[in-house]
């Protein structure tokens, strides 16, 4: 029987394109920092303009020098955050296969929205599966029934539903709707048929865009055994 915490066979996956993304980088910080034209040395500076490294101040050499070497690392980091991300999802559909083999079942899909702990409780990992939802062409037959509804209330209903609804449809600067002020008309109580009808076409017309799983990793800290987040962000190091 596999061993559910050993490596995978890398299969190819999303992420096989971002390992490969981040390896070009890695690859154009390794090259020569200037280009040799004849016998002089150039390197080029933001403008894209190719400066005579024997014009450059020798405290923007340095600086260069230091950011590459920073960023070279920094991307060789993320590179093996993103091998740790795809063994540990893998690794974790094994072990689930495997618990659910006991009981002559198999999961299918994507496996999310639970918690494993070590037998001591000293460490948890909780996988979660967050989906980004979006709206196709039904959400502007709903917004032109809700206008229609607006018009036909106008003389007997509050302004702060209706900014309310308008509030709901604004975008922002790239033209992106925020769903949750969508899902929010939901909550609000009408029954006039248009408005029912309205909110069908609005439900019909939600899909999931995309799917994202995420691991959580903690640990349990001080005397009252508080769960703590193992934090991967650098910032929070």
């Known amino acids: ?6 490596k995978p066979n890398k299969p190819f996956s999303i992420f096989t394109n971002l390992m490969g993304a981040i390896v070009e980088k890695m690859a154009d910080l390794n090259r020569p920092e200037q280009e040799v034209i ?9 403008q894209g303009h190719l400066i005579p490294t024997a014009k450059i101040p020798d405290i923007d050499l340095k600086r260069d020098q230091l950011v ?10 993320q590179l093996s ?5 795809e063994n540990s999802q893998a690794a974790i559909n094994r072990f689930i296969d495997l618990a659910a083999s006991e009981y002559n079942t198999k999961l299918g899909g994507k496996k999310g929205n639970m918690s494993l702990s070590s037998y ?10 967050n989906d980004s939802l979006a709206f196709d062409e039904r959400l502007q037959i709903a917004k032109g029934l809700i206008d229609e509804c607006i018009h036909e209330w106008t003389a007997r209903s509050g302004d702060e539903v209706k900014a309310l609804i308008e509030h709901a449809f604004q975008t922002d600067k790239e033209g992106n709707i925020n769903t949750a002020r969508v899902l929010g008309l939901f909550k609000l109580k009408i029954t006039h048929a248009k408005w029912i009808t309205a909110m069908t076409a609005l439900k019909d017309s939600i899909h999931i865009a995309s799917s994202k799983s995420y691991i959580r990793l903690y640990e349990r ?13 650098i910032a929070s190091l």
Do not use: C, R, W
Not at 68 to 77: C, E, N
């Open 81 to 85: 955050m993103l091998e740790f991300k």
């Open 221 to 233: 800290v001080g005397d009252e055994g508080k769960q703590q987040q193992i934090s991967l962000d």
């Open 1 to 6: 029987m596999q061993n559910p915490i050993e």
């Open 38 to 46: 004849g016998e002089t040395g150039y390197m080029s500076n933001a």
């Open 68 to 77: 590459k070497s920073i960023v070279h690392d920094a991307l060789a980091l």
């Open 120 to 129: 001591d409780g000293q460490y948890t990992l909780k996988i979660a599966i």
